[in-house]
């Protein structure tokens, strides 16, 4: 679905005093199935642009609507119907005194009734639950279709932050926020998360924001790729234009004080 933003205004205290306006006015449009690659400076906007979409953060004036859904009308447990979410931290994202199964049995749920996490936390994944939830995770080339009863507090980092992403594409949600996702795995665990998220997201066909610090990935993943700077669009990239950037080019213009799209020849 096509995410619109239109005159997002949002900000916040400044310690000792003061207050500081990140988004002012701020337009995005990201078109149906698009996969858009955010990168910036610390506190240019990133994650908190995923916080609003969200609806962790609220906004101090503008609209959010998702496929003409107003989504900034909608509390954050409503918007999860049609929103998954990956956070940077492993430990985000599942319960890691519940089972795979039960993880995955809760994200299901969630996203179908758009209920809180909290009034599902007695639900119990039935047999035929069970066999789906294999299926998929062989399907996926997971390693963890034969664990279904392991606890996910005993997993690994890079094997938590699979199965978060399995969770949040559970239903088959309309829009996906990844927020850093891989930046606390050891590189062979991001490799896999990242292989997995690109599969994930072209199987959806759903619009992806993914927030990422790695130009590597910024060069390599996603349709589009913006670079934010104070709560503005400073730069913005087709996948035709990307193709011509380099990761010192790129390191470049984070220092950089223009605020422009830069043309390819």
Same mark, same amino acid.
């Given at each position: 679905?096509?995410?619109?933003?239109?005159?997002?205004?949002?900000?916040?205290?400044?310690?000792?005093?003061?207050?500081?306006?990140?988004?002012?006015?701020?337009?995005?449009?990201?078109?149906?199935?698009?996969?858009?690659?955010?990168?910036?400076?610390?506190?240019?906007?990133?994650?908190?642009?995923?916080?609003?979409?969200?609806?962790?953060?609220?906004?101090?004036?503008?609209?959010?609507?998702?496929?003409?859904?107003?989504?900034?009308?909608?509390?954050?447990?409503?918007?999860?119907?049609?929103?998954?979410?990956?956070?940077?931290?492993?430990?985000?994202?599942?319960?890691?005194?519940?089972?795979?199964?039960?993880?995955?049995?809760?994200?299901?749920?969630?996203?179908?009734?758009?209920?809180?996490?909290?009034?599902?936390?007695?639900?119990?994944?039935?047999?035929?639950?069970?066999?789906?939830?294999?299926?998929?995770?062989?399907?996926?080339?997971?390693?963890?279709?034969?664990?279904?009863?392991?606890?996910?507090?005993?997993?690994?980092?890079?094997?938590?932050?699979?199965?978060?992403?399995?969770?949040?594409?559970?239903?088959?949600?309309? %829009?996906?926020?990844?927020?850093?996702?891989?930046?606390?795995?050891?590189?062979?665990?991001?490799?896999?998360?990242?292989?997995?998220?690109?599969?994930?997201?072209?199987?959806?066909?759903?619009?992806?924001?993914?927030?990422?610090?790695?130009?590597?990935?910024?060069?390599?993943?996603?349709?589009?790729?913006?670079?934010?700077?104070?709560?503005?669009?400073?730069?913005?990239?087709?996948?035709?234009?990307?193709?011509?950037?380099?990761?010192?080019? %790129?390191?470049?213009?984070?220092?950089?004080?223009?605020?422009?799209?830069?043309?390819?020849?």
């Amino acid at each position: 679905m096509t995410l619109l933003i239109q005159g997002l205004s949002w900000g916040h205290p400044i310690p000792g005093g003061g207050w500081r306006q990140l988004f002012k006015g701020f337009d995005l449009s990201c078109g149906n199935g698009q996969f858009v690659t955010v990168i910036g400076n610390n506190g240019s906007g990133k994650s908190t642009l995923l916080n609003l979409i969200a609806g962790t953060l609220k906004l101090k004036g503008g609209s959010l609507e998702l496929g003409g859904r107003p989504l900034h009308r909608y509390p954050d447990h409503r918007r999860a119907r049609w929103i998954g979410r990956v956070m940077q931290n492993p430990l985000e994202g599942t319960c890691p005194g519940l089972s795979i199964a039960e993880n995955l049995r809760l994200a299901e749920r969630r996203r179908n009734s758009g209920l809180s996490a909290s009034g599902l936390l007695g639900l119990r994944p039935s047999g035929n639950d069970r066999k789906r939830y294999q299926a998929l995770l062989e399907e996926l080339g997971i390693p963890l279709a034969h664990r279904l009863d392991a606890l996910v507090g005993e997993l690994s980092g890079g094997q938590r932050q699979t199965l978060s992403l399995v969770m949040a594409t559970m239903g088959s949600p309309e %829009l996906l926020l990844l927020d850093e996702h891989t930046a606390a795995l050891d590189p062979k665990a991001e490799a896999m998360v990242m292989g997995l998220t690109d599969r994930l997201v072209r199987q959806l066909g759903a619009t992806a924001l993914m927030v990422t610090h790695s130009l590597e990935q910024a060069l390599q993943y996603g349709d589009r790729l913006l670079m934010l700077r104070d709560g503005q669009v400073a730069h913005d990239w087709d996948a035709a234009a990307r193709q011509q950037l380099t990761a010192d080019a %790129l390191r470049q213009l984070y220092g950089s004080g223009t605020v422009t799209t830069p043309t390819v020849d």
